[in-house]
Each structure stands twice: as structure tokens, then as C-alpha cells.
């Protein structure tokens, strides 16, 4: 079959600015307005209708989606297909993204989908992963595990491509806040993430995304992704046992399967977040204080952990006087990563910190489905279904009065 044309995200060694954006399509969306997809006419029953003439787009309107069609894949008891695809924007100048909106092309197999931005230098690399997986796209869960980007620092192993939206069934357009937008260059890339339930039907689907833009000189605020990252160091529960549960044998079995990136991560978390590199302090609950480094706008905040996800919340200048809940959510749900928003946003000066805390839970194991075979493991982070992560996502601007 023809080709089409997650380790999550870039953290900068203190909690640095990585530029893109981080919204949902959901519900709990920071749109501040919203629109359906479009209803199709009705047919007249006419045997002689005239042809159907193309409806030309909205000045400003790119629409991307896979170039051909794709039919998910099952396999023994698995009933659930999560696929990659890389999509050329075909932007001939600079533009802002201000909205994004999901078109899915079979409702009844598309559980979810995201978008992400193809940071610089990975396109090459998102295109070889395409490559080397038979058929359009290719495999991927926690999200597209791309190499770091080109202008990434030293812990940059925690890299990947960066969000722009979010959708679910009863999702709406992703609206960014007024006067702002994500910034994307002539000729850019983006990566297309979907969810496929196969409980949910059968057949091919060809999902597209529209994108709201305007001129990449337009005045407008840029968008940003600060992403926080804490350890996850979830030992097996008392009455499993099994190989993996020994710490040293669970990391390197990670390795094996992700490579030295890998060992990277799961090292250079406990460097950022402060932890014993020796003996890392094992937990159900594991958290990182970030510093911020320059002033800044927060529009919203989300987070992203596995299967084994039970809570996650960002506190900013937590302890403090003027402490501040962003992301409080204490019922993790996996196929609802939409962003929160704000309301109103909130200022953030250089020393202010964000702490991010994320509690995972073992016995889930015993109840979902698609760790029904899961082997008891020492779980870190990683990017398999059987690993985890703990990170909060702030779609943040610089102030106009600070540097990035």
C-alpha cells in the first residue's frame, strides 16, 4: 500500500519557553466561541440533480487530512488502533493558527484524535517513521515519539512534537484566546494523532482538520507550550510479582525498547526535579517544582499521564501567599486531554514556580482491558502502553513588557 506523507516534548533545563501551542477541542476548551461541523444537504431524491459544485474554503481556511484512506488495525483481543499521520500544510507564506476543528471522517471509529506541530529538524524523522511502518502513518500511543527538535537543550530527551488540539465526540473548534495565535512557517508540517475504537464499527477513514489562519505579520501575541514534567517511579504492589518488579530490570527492559533516549529521560527527570539518582524515592504520587524564568501569560492548563493515571493538578508559587490552583483534575481520564482554561488568565513573573503532581495507581491494572495481559512491572516513564508520564501543558504568551 502507497505511504502517506511520544518521551513527550522539549523541557528546557529550567523550565524554559518551547514555542507552540497547547489547546483542546473539547468541552472544557479555551474557545471562546465554537462551531459544528458542517451538516451534509439532504439529497433531493431527484434523478436528474444538478452536479455538485465545490463550495470554495474561507479566506483564511486550510483544511489537511490524510491523503488516503485507512483502515485501522486490530489483533487478538485488541480493539484499539492509535495512528500517527503526517500532513503537509502546504502554507505558501508564514500564517497564524487562531482555530483548529476536527472533521472526522468515520464517527463510529474515531474515539479521539490530536494534533500536534512538527517542531524543527523533525519532520524528516516523523516522515521515517511513516516509512518504516507498512501502511499510511504509523503506530504510535502516548503521542508521535519524535526525536528532539533541532534548537532543543540537554534534557531535551523528554521531546516530542508539541499540541495544538484536542478533540472528542462532542468536541467543538478549538478557538485560541483573542488576539493571540500559534505561529507557523511557510510550508510546515503537522502530525495527526487518531484514536480508532474498533468496538465502536469498521471500514476506512479519511479524518480531516480545518485550520483558522491569518498573516504570519499579523499583531498578534504568540502562543507558547511551557511543558512541566515530574518522575514517575511506580513500584509493583506488594502481591505482584514477576522479573520487572526489580527496578534496574524494568529500566532496562525501557531502553531495550526505546533506546538510550530513554535512559536519558528517566535520569535527567531526576536531575531537573531535584530526586536521588542513586535511589530514586519510589511512589504511587511523585511531583517537580519548575521555576519560571520569564514573565509570562497562562491562558490554560492540561495534563497527560497513561492508563494507570488517577490525579494530576499544577499549582503555581505553591506554599506561598499568592498560590494559585491552574490544573486541579481528580479523576484522570485518558480520552479526555482537553486544556482547561483560565478565566480571567494569569500573570506569572520570573522566580514564580509551578509544581506539578501526578498520583498513579497499579490496581488499574486489574480492571482496563488493554493491560488485561500486562506483566506486573517497576513502571517509569516511558512511551508504551505499559509505561507512564506526568506532565502538565500551560499554553502560556510572553508579556509584552518581558522577554521569552
Same mark, same amino acid.
Given at each position: 500500500?502507497?505511504k502517506? =506523507?511520544?518521551?513527550?516534548?522539549?523541557?528546557?533545563?529550567a523550565?524554559?519557553l518551547?514555542?507552540?501551542?497547547?489547546?483542546?477541542?473539547?468541552?472544557a476548551?479555551?474557545?471562546?466561541?465554537?462551531?459544528?461541523?458542517p451538516?451534509?444537504?439532504?439529497?433531493?431524491?431527484?434523478?436528474?440533480?444538478?452536479p455538485?459544485?465545490?463550495?470554495?474554503?474561507?479566506?483564511?481556511?486550510?483544511?489537511? %487530512?490524510?491523503?488516503? &484512506?485507512?483502515?485501522?488495525?486490530?489483533?487478538?483481543? +485488541?480493539?484499539?488502533d492509535?495512528r500517527?499521520?503526517?500532513?503537509a500544510?502546504?502554507?505558501?507564506?508564514?500564517?497564524?493558527?487562531? %482555530?483548529?476543528?476536527?472533521? !472526522?471522517?468515520?464517527?463510529?471509529?474515531?474515539?479521539? +484524535?490530536?494534533?500536534? =506541530?512538527?517542531?524543527?529538524g523533525?519532520?524528516?524523522?516523523?516522515?521515517?517513521?511513516?516509512?518504516?511502518? !507498512?501502511?499510511p %502513518?504509523?503506530?504510535?500511543?502516548?503521542?508521535?515519539?519524535?526525536?528532539?527538535? @533541532?534548537?532543543?537543550?540537554?534534557?531535551?530527551?523528554?521531546?516530542? @512534537?508539541?499540541w495544538? &488540539?484536542?478533540?472528542?465526540?462532542?468536541g467543538?473548534?478549538?478557538?485560541?484566546?483573542?488576539?493571540?495565535?500559534?505561529f507557523?512557517k511557510?510550508?510546515?508540517?503537522?502530525?495527526?494523532?487518531?484514536?480508532?475504537?474498533?468496538?465502536g %464499527?469498521?471500514?476506512?477513514?479519511?479524518?480531516s482538520?480545518?485550520?483558522?489562519?491569518?498573516?504570519?505579520?499579523?499583531?498578534? =501575541?504568540?502562543?507558547?507550550?511551557?511543558l512541566? !514534567?515530574?518522575?514517575?517511579?511506580?513500584?509493583?504492589?506488594?502481591?505482584?510479582?514477576?522479573?520487572?518488579?526489580?527496578?534496574?530490570?524494568?529500566?532496562? #527492559?525501557?531502553?531495550?525498547?526505546?533506546?538510550?533516549?530513554?535512559?536519558?529521560? $528517566?535520569?535527567?527527570?531526576?536531575?531537573?526535579?531535584?530526586?536521588?539518582?542513586?535511589?530514586?524515592?519510589?511512589?504511587a504520587?511523585?511531583?517537580?517544582?519548575h521555576?519560571?524564568?520569564?514573565?509570562?501569560?497562562?491562558?490554560?492548563?492540561?495534563?497527560?499521564m497513561?492508563?494507570?493515571?488517577r490525579? $494530576?493538578?499544577?499549582?503555581?508559587?505553591?506554599g506561598?501567599?499568592?498560590?494559585?490552583?491552574?490544573?486541579?483534575?481528580?479523576?484522570?481520564?485518558?480520552d479526555?486531554?482537553?486544556?482547561?482554561?483560565?478565566?480571567?488568565?494569569? #500573570?506569572? +513573573?520570573?522566580g514564580?514556580?509551578?509544581?506539578? =503532581?501526578?498520583?498513579?495507581?497499579?490496581?488499574?491494572?486489574?480492571?482496563?482491558p488493554?493491560?488485561?495481559? +500486562?506483566?506486573?512491572r517497576? $513502571?517509569?516513564?516511558?512511551?508504551?502502553?505499559?509505561?507512564?508520564?506526568?506532565?502538565? $501543558?500551560?499554553?502560556?504568551s510572553?508579556?509584552?513588557d518581558?522577554?521569552?
Open positions: 500500500m502507497p502517506s =506523507r511520544n518521551a513527550l516534548f522539549t523541557v528546557a533545563a523550565a524554559g518551547v514555542l507552540t501551542a497547547c489547546a483542546s477541542g473539547t468541552a476548551d479555551p474557545a471562546t466561541s465554537s462551531s459544528t461541523a451538516e451534509s444537504s439532504p439529497s433531493s431524491g431527484s434523478s436528474a440533480a444538478a455538485e459544485v465545490p463550495v470554495p474554503p474561507a479566506p483564511g481556511i486550510v483544511t489537511v %487530512g490524510l491523503p488516503e &484512506a485507512y483502515t485501522p488495525q486490530g489483533g487478538g483481543t +485488541a480493539t484499539d492509535y500517527c499521520f503526517v500532513l500544510t502546504n502554507l505558501p507564506e508564514d500564517r497564524f493558527i487562531t %482555530g483548529v476543528r476536527f472533521l !472526522p471522517g468515520n464517527a463510529a471509529l474515531v474515539h479521539h +484524535a490530536i494534533l500536534y =506541530r512538527v517542531a524543527g523533525q519532520e524528516a524523522a516523523a516522515l521515517k517513521r511513516d516509512a518504516d511502518d !507498512p501502511g %502513518g504509523w503506530s504510535c500511543f502516548g503521542g508521535p515519539s519524535l526525536p528532539p527538535a @533541532a534548537d532543543s537543550d540537554a534534557l531535551s530527551s523528554l521531546d516530542s @512534537a508539541p495544538l &488540539a484536542a478533540w472528542a465526540p462532542g467543538r473548534e478549538a478557538r485560541y484566546p483573542e488576539g493571540t495565535g500559534v507557523v511557510a510550508g510546515s508540517s503537522v502530525i495527526l494523532q487518531v484514536h480508532y475504537n474498533l468496538l %464499527g469498521e471500514g476506512e477513514d479519511a479524518t482538520v480545518a485550520l483558522d489562519t491569518v498573516a504570519g505579520d499579523s499583531d498578534l =501575541r504568540r502562543l507558547e507550550t511551557l512541566l !514534567p515530574a518522575p514517575v517511579e511506580l513500584p509493583c504492589r506488594e502481591d505482584e510479582t514477576g522479573p520487572l518488579c526489580d527496578r534496574d530490570a524494568a529500566v532496562a #527492559d525501557t531502553i531495550e525498547r526505546f533506546g538510550g533516549g530513554a535512559m536519558r529521560t $528517566i535520569w535527567g527527570l531526576q536531575f531537573l526535579c531535584g530526586g536521588d539518582l542513586t535511589d530514586p524515592k519510589a511512589g504520587t511523585q511531583s517537580c517544582t521555576r519560571v524564568k520569564a514573565p509570562m501569560t497562562v491562558y490554560a492548563a492540561a495534563g497527560h497513561h492508563l494507570l493515571g490525579t $494530576i493538578e499544577i499549582v503555581a508559587n505553591e506561598k501567599g499568592d498560590e494559585r490552583v491552574l490544573l486541579d483534575i481528580p479523576t484522570w481520564d485518558f479526555n486531554q482537553g486544556a482547561q482554561p483560565l478565566t480571567p488568565s494569569v #500573570d506569572l +513573573a520570573s514564580d514556580t509551578l509544581t506539578v =503532581r501526578c498520583t498513579h495507581d497499579t490496581g488499574l491494572r486489574d480492571l482496563l488493554a493491560l488485561a495481559d +500486562a506483566e506486573p517497576y $513502571i517509569t516513564w516511558g512511551d508504551g502502553t505499559t509505561d507512564e508520564m506526568c506532565l502538565g $501543558i500551560l499554553t502560556v510572553a508579556l509584552k518581558g522577554a521569552a
